[in-house]
């Protein structure tokens, strides 16, 4: 196992700058995972650790080697892709042992391995048959043993889970996060996916336009964003936010007056983006006024789609509430958990 730093990393393609001078340290065991819209440069930069793109200009370190220049073969990565990349000749042992076979490993030790990666991963009675015989979940399993028998320094997550159904996505969240648990090896895991992000991660780094937004543990990164981006990209549904203008130690929003965040001063004239997020908003006198348009229930939550001034904004309610499209209704935000940015710059007050 091994720490991977990133120095001042760049990417271009003729002209076009698609990362922009990047800076990160993953700690040796970590489970790192890179969140962002399609095109922020998560699987470039990903790519570039794996030696599957050329660097630039800047460093990539693999503990202590400058891997810059180093074939993939030579990094001591593994690198498991959404689309498996298994033979459909050879039975889902002899996938799994032939980046080791490739290597001249001695048959013995070869079957060792494979048998040990097939019962962390419960692929023991599957290791005679062919991968038309599996299931997306157990050819992604088969997939992951692959990268497990090299015992490589670190591991690297190209959206594998984007082939699978809702139901077995969750399934494969909970072994990957169980293999690491097991194992320990430093992993570098790129989603589009922040619910992914918010339940795997050790720490997620939230990129946009090939740069680096925030790196922080779930929690922090979903209790404090930075800016806006980061405020509407990490939760589910995403966080609201309204414009506003502070007006006598308060913020007015659409007419109504809501209150700042607490211990918050601001100055008086202000313009701010106002941020809640749908889980602490609540019924009541006084807030902000709107029509329900949507009522969606998933059983342990509803979720409520109202209508403010041409804008939508959505409640979250784990208790059942009684409420039809057309009603009117007062949101009361949680003054504890208010977030306040600056309307030009997006960054948190």
């Known amino acids: ?13 003729g002209a076009v700058q698609v990362v922009h001078g990047l800076d990160l340290d993953i700690p040796d065991g970590e ?29 990539v370190m693999i503990g202590d080697r400058r891997v810059n220049n180093l074939p993939p073969s030579e990094r001591d ?19 799994m042992g032939f980046a080791l076979k490739m290597r001249g490993m001695p048959k013995a030790e070869i079957a060792e391995k494979v048998a040990r990666a097939a019962e962390i991963l419960g692929l023991t009675p599957y290791l005679e048959r062919f991968p038309r015989a599996l299931s997306g979940g157990q050819r992604q399993r088969v997939a992951m043993g692959r990268a497990i028998v090299r015992d490589p320094q670190v591991f690297l997550f190209d959206e594998p889970l984007s082939n699978l159904d809702a139901k077995l996505r969750v399934q494969m969240r909970t072994e990957i996060r169980e293999l690491h648990q097991r194992l320990k090896t430093t992993t570098v895991y790129v989603t589009h996916d922040q619910i992914e992000a918010m339940t795997m991660a050790d720490r997620i780094v939230v990129l946009q336009g090939g740069r680096i937004e925030q790196v922080g543990a779930p929690l922090e990164l979903y209790d404090r964003p930075v800016n806006t981006f980061v405020a509407g990209f990490i939760g589910s549904p995403s966080m609201n936010m309204l414009p506003g203008v502070v007006k006598g130690g308060a913020v007015e929003v659409g007419g109504a007056m809501l209150p ?21 908003l609540g019924l009541g006198t006084a807030g902000i006024t709107g029509k329900v348009a949507v009522v969606e229930p998933t059983g342990s939550e509803t979720h409520v789609v109202v209508r403010v001034e041409g804008r939508e904004m959505v409640a979250m309610f784990r208790d059942r509430v009684s409420l039809r499209p057309g009603d009117s209704v007062v949101l009361a935000p949680d003054p504890d958990k208010v977030h306040l940015f600056d309307k030009t710059s997006g960054v948190r007050l």
């Open 1 to 13: 196992m091994a720490e991977v730093t990133i120095r001042s990393l760049k990417k271009a393609y």
């Open 260 to 280: 700042l965040p607490k211990g918050m001063a601001a100055a008086e004239g202000r313009e701010v983006t106002y941020g809640i997020r749908p889980e602490h």
């Open 77 to 95: 990565i593994a690198m498991v892709f959404q689309n498996y990349a298994l033979y459909p000749h050879k039975t889902v042992g002899a996938n």
């Open 31 to 59: 489970f790192v995972v890179l969140v962002g819209p399609s095109g922020c440069g998560k699987s470039t930069l990903l790519r570039m650790i794996a030696g599957l793109e050329e660097v630039t200009s800047g460093d």
